[in-house]
């Protein structure tokens, strides 16, 4: 969920910190915390729309879907690893 979320609810990764630290004391698992570190700037909206024009909608989307993946695997293993 984070990995989705961190998607359209990108801030600078200063600016995420105090959001991130509320969340984990709210108890929010630290795997989700990194899985949203990953996927907010990769999905930067001035990034996005460069690399859409670059790459073509084929290649856009599954620049997307690879963030998306490969932040849900990160915080998986973050979790195995602190867990």
């Known amino acids: 969920m984070a990995a989705t979320i961190g998607v ?4 600078c990764g200063g600016g995420t910190i105090p959001l991130l630290q509320q969340w984990l004391h ?3 698992s630290v ?10 700037p990769a999905t ?3 990034n996005l729309g460069a690399l859409k024009i670059v790459l073509g909608v084929k290649h856009f989307l ?3 879907a690879y963030v ?3 932040s849900l695997i990160t915080g998986l293993l973050v979790n ?4």
């Open 62 to 64: 599954l620049y997307l």
């Open 31 to 40: 795997g989700s915390a990194a899985s949203f570190m990953i996927t907010g």
């Open 26 to 28: 709210d108890g929010m």
């Open 80 to 83: 195995l690893i602190f867990y």
């Open 8 to 11: 359209p609810l990108y801030a």
């Open 68 to 70: 998306m993946i490969f």
């Open 44 to 46: 930067k909206i001035t």
